[in-house]
T-cell receptor, first 111, second 111 residues
Framework: QQPVQSPQAVILREGEDAVINCSSS?????VHWYRQKHGEAPVFLMI?????EQKGHEKISASFNEKKQQSSLYLTASQLSYSGTYFC????????????FGIGTKLQVIP | DAGVIQSPRHEVTEMGQEVTLRCKPI?????LFWYRQTMMRGLELLIY????????DSGMPEDRFSAKMPNASFSTLKIQPSEPRDSAVYFC?????????FGPGTRLTVL
């Protein structure tokens, strides 16, 4: 079952902050975040593992609440280059491979 | 080092025709994934392989869809017969650990 992302779309001015939320109805082992720019392939941003370990981007942070089966992606001091569609992917078995992605959150940063 | 290679990049075909999409994963990666992207459903996992063996094909929508991985450097996704609702962007991705590297995608249009 796909995770649910919110908001579905957001427009920011450069320098503003944004939060993208992801929730699942299933117990989660890991949460994966990817960004896709228009017409391009999705690119890995971050992975958050059960137990608190996280790996990923320098300027983008995220949280993972295992009990609530939720994750949030924090974009601070947004730049024009942050524009794109952000996908949350969830995985429940611990093998990291069978990742189910949400529909995505379209983020546009304007000058 | 070349990334994931997909061909063709664009495919336009008529309903009822057979369509074959091709993928060359990154050398050394032992997992290969096929995803389908649509506006309504986002990124859907269709099937994935480990060491050329199909592990989970529960996302393949119908028997019209089939995928093979005859060796570590090549995979195909075949749709026979194709239908207009199969129109989407099909991504191939490969991984060695928990980070997926996506190819540029094949945009399929079935008329």
């Amino acid at each position: 079952q796909q995770p649910v992302q919110s908001p579905q779309a957001v427009i920011l001015r450069e320098g503003e902050d944004a939060v993208i939320n992801c929730s699942s109805s299933k117990a989660l082992y890991s949460v994966h975040w990817y960004r896709q720019k228009h017409g391009e392939a999705p690119v890995f941003l971050m992975i958050l593992l059960k137990g608190g370990e996280q790996k990923g981007h320098e300027k983008i942070s995220a949280s993972f609440n295992e009990k609530k089966q939720q994750s949030s992606l924090y974009l601070t001091a947004s730049q024009l280059s942050y524009s794109g569609t952000y996908f949350c992917g969830t995985e429940s078995s611990g093998g990291y491979q069978k990742v189910t992605f949400g529909i995505g959150t379209k983020l546009q940063v304007i000058p | 080092d070349a990334g994931v290679i997909q061909s063709p990049r664009h495919e336009v075909t008529e309903m009822g025709q057979e369509v074959t999409l091709r993928c060359k994963p990154i050398s050394g990666h032992d997992y290969l994934f096929w995803y389908r992207q649509t506006m309504m459903r986002g990124l859907e996992l269709l099937i994935y392989f480990n060491n050329n063996v199909p592990i989970d094909d529960s996302g393949m929508p119908e028997d019209r869809f089939s995928a093979k991985m005859p060796n570590a450097s090549f995979s195909t996704l075949k749709i026979q017969p194709s239908e207009p609702r199969d129109s989407a962007v099909y991504f191939c991705a490969s991984s060695l650990s928990d980070i997926k590297f996506f190819g540029p995608g094949t945009r399929l249009t079935v008329l």
